[in-house]
């Protein structure tokens, strides 16, 4: 299903329509007169002494051609269950035969700003779907029309959920795409092609990677008949040369463990482990859609992780960008090896405010923390407090895990510098961000947020229908906006 939504609508739709009214906590209709017609009204007035008022949404078939329905906005709700009504009322449109809807704005007055907007957002958010390989689509087409005099969203802030709700959807995309598709050298393109909303881009492949001594990033691709690479999306959007604000991602197109193979139950799942990458990619688009006025750069390592004549074994040792050497145990703990690589880039060619990574990098975060928390690691308080603080308000929540140097003796290699796993066994995911952390070399505020348990939902969230979350878009739109804008 797809959903539009119409902001210019004038009210000459009124009456005839599918009617969306907000109601506040007791569902007093009293104001509501105005918008339906006398006997609507008595109908409505007559249910609702029946009805359940603890529900937030409730639905009146006027006729065969009209619902009216009531959205309850209580004193206080978090902008987050706007959203999450909006999804629900994306329930009913799921069974509705209608296609025509009418949201009226006036009918409730409410200190929340742009509740009708995030009303609009949750449903959008859950009308994703990604049915490009299906030959049977979901053709549906619902138009949602705005009106009213009060509480009227801002062009400009029309743009921001619009630019949210592409730049979410870009992320969704590229992770739900298979692995036959979305290879490193597709990746490449698909984000080269970004160029065209103002964004500069510069990839770096494999020739550039070796001259650059990316062999960390460079050995975890090397068993692939693909391309690996090393991209920059720069948004220039303030008017001075701040130091940017950068997000690196995770980019392993399909992971297979490589030489240590993974089992065959749930493979398939490791076309989602670049979802981190894909993270960064549609925050930037996001940004760049809605012309944000802040410096930013996403940085993104592409890699396929395969077994191969000439993959990389365990046991080998490499030499990262940084000057590190990395003794290769697994080969399946390659998020971390590209991250190094990327991360070391980042902070050296761009000198960041902050860095945040994203990344499907454990499965022992999904052990901790479910599909419930990302794993939020970091050197950093203040950036600690704003990121916690924005999961908050978007829900995209982050669960704060320790880094501590005595963790760093179960990294340390007899034979280089470090090794990329941890042998004596526990603590995956802090052991893993403890690697990452040895490549901060400057001191600059960074956090390692590791989503492998949010990333994908087989079963569907509160603003998505299933697959691709795209989660950290929102998330990280919020620190921005809240903190940095
Ligand atoms: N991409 C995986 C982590 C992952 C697992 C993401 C499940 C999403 C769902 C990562 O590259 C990996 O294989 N990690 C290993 C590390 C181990 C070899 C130290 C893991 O978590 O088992
Ligand atoms: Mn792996
Ligand atoms: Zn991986």
């Known amino acids: 299903m797809t959903v539009e939504i119409n902001y210019k609508s004038n009210s000459s739709k009124k009456i005839s329509s599918n009617y969306i009214l907000f109601v506040d906590e007791k569902f007093n209709i009293n104001d509501l007169k105005k918008y339906t017609s006398n006997s609507e009204f008595s109908y409505i007035s007559d249910l609702l002494k029946t009805s359940d008022l603890k529900k937030d949404l409730l639905f009146f078939e006027i006729n065969s051609k009209k619902t009216i329905f009531l959205v309850s906005i209580k004193k206080d709700i978090k902008t987050s269950d706007i959203e999450k009504l909006g999804a629900k009322f994306h329930g009913y449109l799921n069974y509705d035969k209608k296609n025509d809807y009418v949201v009226n704005s006036d009918t409730v007055s409410n200190k929340i700003k742009n509740f009708v907007g995030y009303f609009l957002h949750g449903i959008k958010l859950k009308s994703y779907e990604f049915n490009i ?50 290879h490193p050298d597709e990746y490449a393109k698909r984000i080269n092609s970004l160029k065209k909303f103002g964004l500069i881009i510069n990839v770096y492949d494999e020739k550039k990677l070796k001259k650059l001594g990316m062999n960390a990033l460079l050995g975890v691709g090397q068993g692939s008949i ?4 090393l991209v920059t999306m720069e948004w220039k959007g303030a008017k001075d040369n701040s130091k940017p604000l950068a997000f690196v991602g995770k980019g392993v197109c399909f992971d297979t463990g490589g030489i240590s193979l993974k089992p065959a139950k749930f493979m398939e799942d490791m076309t989602y482990d670049m979802a981190g990458s894909a993270t960064v990619v549609g925050l930037m ?135 990329n796993i941890n042998y004596v066994g526990g603590a995956g995911s802090t052991t893993a961000a403890q690697f990452l952390q040895r490549f901060i070399l400057n001191k600059t505020p960074w956090a390692h947020l590791d989503i492998a348990g949010m990333a994908f939902s087989k079963y569907g969230g509160a603003l998505n229908s299933g697959g691709a979350t795209g989660y950290g878009v929102r998330l990280l739109n919020k620190l921005i906006e809240d903190n940095y804008e």
């Open 133 to 182: 390989y299906k030959s049977k689509k979901n053709k549906k087409l619902v138009s949602i029309s705005v009106i009213g005099n009060k509480n009227r969203i801002s062009i400009q802030d029309q743009l921001r959920f619009k630019a949210l709700e592409e730049g979410t959807f870009y992320a969704r995309d590229l992770v739900s795409e298979p692995g036959n598709i979305l």
């Open 226 to 229: 693909r391309g690996s690479y």
């Open 285 to 419: 688009k996001n940004l760049a859609v809605r012309k944000s006025k802040i410096n930013a750069v996403g940085v993104v390592g592409l890699v396929e992780n395969m077994p191969g004549g000439n993959a990389q074994r365990p046991g080998d040792i490499v030499k990262s960008y940084s000057g590190k050497t990395i003794e290769i145990l697994n080969t399946d703990a390659e998020g971390r090896l590209v991250l190094a690589d990327a991360l070391a880039f980042t902070e050296k060619k761009f000198k960041p405010k902050f860095m945040v990574d994203l990344a499907t990098l454990t499965g022992a975060i999904i052990v901790s923390l479910g599909s419930e928390y990302a794993g939020l690691f970091s050197n950093d308080d203040k950036l600690t407090n704003q990121l916690m603080k924005a999961g908050e308000e978007v829900d995209e929540k982050l669960w704060r895990m320790p880094l501590h140097k005595n963790f760093d003796k179960l990294i340390d290699s007899k034979n280089a510098d470090m090794q």
